[in-house]
């Protein structure tokens, strides 16, 4: 009897391996393109972007100059197409330097991964609360219902622009360009890893029927030949 015992909390055993736990996967996103772009009042419209080298983005609103970021969704395709799942997604910006009372709002719109001038005017999706980076050197928000709604579009890049709220403010954000890269702006996406699949109720049923019948069947052997 001790022998079947000691089988049967082996079969419980390798149940709990069988069932592989999922874990979670990160990747750190950083954007294919950033840019800030700049509307002449004189001009009607946003006519220039600044140099992507710089290293830096300002947001101001006299003369009006945005921020956006783009940031490439093929490898978290890749990873749902595989059976991962999205957990969720965090944008995280860091300011160099600001004013006091300067007020940002974050837009998100469908990117292609250069930025245009077009894109400087995609203000029909606030994502995210108000940044006030007078007092919060880092933006860290949660993006991921904007990321969800993304990935069920043919949209390639996720895109987020900044816009200077208040009159006479200026904020200068660190672009992927900047040299020191813990500072650099980036999407950080948490997916499950894809699981190992584990049998359905029938099939556990199976599986313990036919072990329960092969673990008698040594435990009646035995005793025959001990008797």
Known sequence: MKNFVRLMALIAVMLVLISVPVHAEILTIYPSDDRSGTDD????????????????????????????????????????NNGASLISATL???????????????????????????????????????????????????????????????????GFLARQLVEGQTTIINSKECEDSRRWPFLEIELTDVATPIPTLSEWGMIIMSLLLAGSAVWMLRRRQIA
């Not at 970021?69 to 093929?74: H, I, M, S, T, V």
């Not at 245009?116 to 609360?129: C, K």
Request: proline residues 4%; aromatic residues 8%.
């Open 41 to 80: 009042p004189a001009g009607g419209g946003f006519d220039s972007l600044a140099d992507q080298t710089e290293g830096t983005l300002t947001v101001e609103l006299n003369p009006e100059t945005r921020a956006a970021f783009e940031f490439d969704l093929a490898a978290v395709r890749a990873a749902i």
């Open 92 to 158: 995280d910006l860091t300011r160099s330097s600001t004013l006091g009372g300067a007020r940002i709002k974050i837009y998100g719109y469908a990117g292609n991964g250069v930025i245009e001038l077009s894109d400087m005017q995609e203000t029909a999706t606030v994502v995210g609360p108000e940044w006030n980076p007078g007092y919060a050197v880092h933006y860290t928000q949660d993006m991921t219902a904007f990321i969800n709604t993304l990935l069920g579009t043919s949209a390639t890049h996720a």
